[in-house]
């Protein structure tokens, strides 16, 4: 039997994208952090006082998924949390945290090079432009 999916473009991209996102959490499952944790620290470590809702708008998570990320990571004393303006809850990394991302930043960077290997050297320098065209941030 044919799988005539494989001339779509969005089924292959989705079955990619599923493919490099179960690669990384595998390299991640040592460090005891998901996919969408290990992103989120990054953000935070990038953007020291940054809002949980901002994070969640960066990072396309939507609140009820959101909350239970923040709560195991401030759990893991990874993150600080403080009130903010209103009902903001601001957040920044503890020193724990800053440890574990500098760990983290060197595999989201081995993931990036798992990725352009993949990829013939003559089309690598498309790939973000076009999943940049691909992608409409909510």
Same mark, same amino acid.
């Given at each position: 039997?044919?799988?005539? %999916? #494989?001339? &779509?473009?969005?089924?292959?991209?989705?079955?990619?994208?599923?493919?490099? #996102?179960?690669?990384?959490?595998?390299?991640? $499952?040592?460090?005891? #952090?998901?996919?969408? !944790?290990?992103?989120?620290?990054?953000? *935070?470590?990038?953007? @020291?006082?940054?809002?949980?809702? $901002?994070?969640?708008?960066?990072?396309?998570?939507?609140?009820?998924?959101?909350? @239970?990320?923040?709560? /195991?990571? *401030? $759990?893991?004393?990874?993150? &600080?949390?403080?009130?903010?303006?209103?009902?903001?809850?601001?957040?920044?990394?503890?020193? !724990?945290?800053?440890? #574990?991302?500098?760990?983290?930043?060197? !595999?989201? $960077?081995?993931?990036?090079?798992?990725?352009?290997?993949? *990829?013939? !050297?003559? %089309?690598?320098? &498309?790939?973000? @432009?076009?999943? /940049?065209?691909?992608? /409409?941030?909510?």
């Amino acid at each position: 039997m044919e799988n005539t %999916l #494989l001339n &779509d473009a969005g089924y292959l991209l989705r079955q990619a994208a599923k493919s490099r #996102l179960a690669q990384l959490a595998q390299h991640l $499952e040592p460090i005891g #952090l998901g996919v969408s !944790e290990a992103s989120m620290l990054v953000l *935070i470590g990038r953007n @020291p006082g940054v809002s949980q809702a $901002e994070c969640g708008r960066m990072l396309s998570i939507q609140p009820p998924n959101l909350n @239970p990320i923040t709560r /195991r990571l *401030i $759990e893991r004393k990874l993150i &600080d949390s403080r009130k903010g303006r209103g009902r903001a809850l601001c957040l920044a990394l503890t020193g !724990e945290g800053a440890r #574990l991302m500098q760990g983290i930043v060197a !595999e989201f $960077e081995a993931q990036e090079a798992r990725i352009y290997s993949a *990829i013939p !050297e003559h %089309l690598r320098r &498309d790939l973000v @432009p076009l999943l /940049r065209a691909l992608w /409409r941030p909510s």
